[in-house]
């Protein structure tokens, strides 16, 4: 029983279901949801402007993440249209692997956290078969070493999709599913990212500055990160999280958000909309440390895995009513 095969069963029912989601980006309104209490995250927006720093990044300046000032010229200087992603013709898809990749650069809080980031995201990119290209491999170094630039930034968006996109090619769709990035997310968190962050959340929702189609950004700490935020790009990094990426009543446009509570164990939660209105479909994955690829090079072990899923030991599926 391969890795794949194993995690992919598990949530596949899941991912299934908010793969509709992802096939009705123009079509269809989600269901009013509110913030399921499961998750933590307020349902209030408390949502501000960063307090401007020296603006933007230059796509080659090389800026310091390990500052507050650093990571926010480097994220508004990174928007996901930019010539990687146009080179690779996926700028306009490419917004889950923007959203980890802020992710990695906003949890990098010291020069430790940046090189478990770092050595996360190879690790899961080779265990998938997936491994870094040159300019990829160069941009982890830069990660690293905590001087970075936008062109670093946006190859890394490059790697962090290709990993979200092997969750489950099935759904074939160039956007990615909900149960796509609670794959990713917890590879990732298995191997080491976002460790010293309390939570992480990635949410997919209709954005207002993109006509409503949707599209994924990401939140952590009180800092949310958008990578798209016109119809020509531009990428942004504000506090508090916006009023429209929020599971809330009142938000139709909500289609979805993964979260990383750092617990004892950690936890992954995905929650999409449900199948009626007032209810969201939730899966909890506990401990992510349980899908490390090592777990799965001896078949016994993976069959011991799936019995623990069957059973909810590992995995929990179920529906949660919102007021």
């Known amino acids: 029983m391969s890795f794949l095969s194993s995690l992919s069963s598990a949530v596949r029912s899941v991912a299934q279901t908010a793969s509709s989601v992802v096939a009705q980006v123009q079509q269809q309104a989600a269901r009013p949801q509110q913030q399921a209490p499961s998750l933590g995250h307020s349902t209030r927006s408390q949502f501000v402007p960063s307090a401007t720093a020296s603006g933007p990044a230059a796509p080659t300046q090389k800026v310091d993440i390990n500052s507050p000032a650093g990571k926010k010229a480097l994220i508004e200087g990174s928007s996901q249209v930019n010539p990687v992603s146009n080179a690779n013709g996926n700028s306009d898809v490419v917004c889950s692997g923007a959203a980890v990749a802020n992710a990695l650069v906003?949890?990098?809080?010291?020069?430790?956290?940046?090189?478990?980031?770092?050595?996360?995201?190879?690790?899961?990119?080779?265990?998938?078969?997936?491994?870094?290209?040159?300019?990829?491999?160069?941009?982890?170094?830069?990660?690293?070493?905590?001087?970075?630039?936008?062109?670093?930034?946006?190859?890394?968006?490059?790697?962090?999709?290709?990993?979200?996109?092997?969750?489950?090619?099935?759904?074939?769709?160039?956007?990615?599913?909900?149960?796509?990035?609670?794959?990713?997310?917890?590879?990732?968190?298995?191997?080491?990212?976002?460790?010293?962050?309390?939570?992480?959340?990635?949410?997919?929702?209709?954005?207002?500055?993109?006509?409503?189609?949707?599209?994924?950004?990401?939140?952590?700490?009180?800092?949310?990160?958008?990578?798209?935020?016109?119809?020509?790009?531009?990428?942004?990094?504000?506090?508090?999280?916006?009023?429209?990426?929020?599971?809330?009543?009142?938000?139709?446009?909500?289609?979805?958000?993964?979260?990383?509570?750092?617990?004892?164990?950690?936890?992954?939660?995905?929650?999409i909309p449900g199948p009626r209105a007032g209810t969201a479909t939730w899966v909890e994955v506990n401990d992510p440390a349980q899908f490390k690829m090592e777990s799965f090079t001896d078949l016994q072990k993976a069959a011991d895995l799936a019995r623990r899923i069957q059973g909810g030991q590992v995995i929990r599926l179920g529906h949660t009513v919102v007021d």
């Open 106 to 271: 906003l949890t990098a809080k010291t020069p430790e956290a940046a090189k478990q980031n770092a050595a996360a995201l190879r690790q899961t990119a080779n265990s998938l078969g997936i491994p870094p290209r040159k300019e990829e491999e160069a941009a982890l170094k830069a990660l690293e070493s905590g001087k970075m630039s936008p062109t670093d930034l946006a190859h890394l968006q490059q790697l962090s999709y290709r990993v979200v996109k092997y969750a489950d090619p099935m759904l074939n769709t160039p956007l990615a599913a909900p149960g796509e990035m609670a794959f990713a997310t917890t590879m990732l968190r298995a191997n080491g990212a976002f460790a010293q962050e309390p939570n992480v959340t990635f949410h997919a929702a209709q954005s207002p500055g993109l006509g409503g189609a949707n599209h994924w950004t990401t939140t952590v700490g009180n800092q949310h990160a958008d990578s798209m935020t016109g119809p020509s790009g531009g990428a942004g990094l504000s506090t508090g999280t916006p009023a429209h990426v929020m599971m809330d009543s009142q938000n139709a446009g909500w289609r979805g958000e993964v979260n990383v509570n750092n617990g004892t164990p950690p936890q992954v939660t995905m929650a």
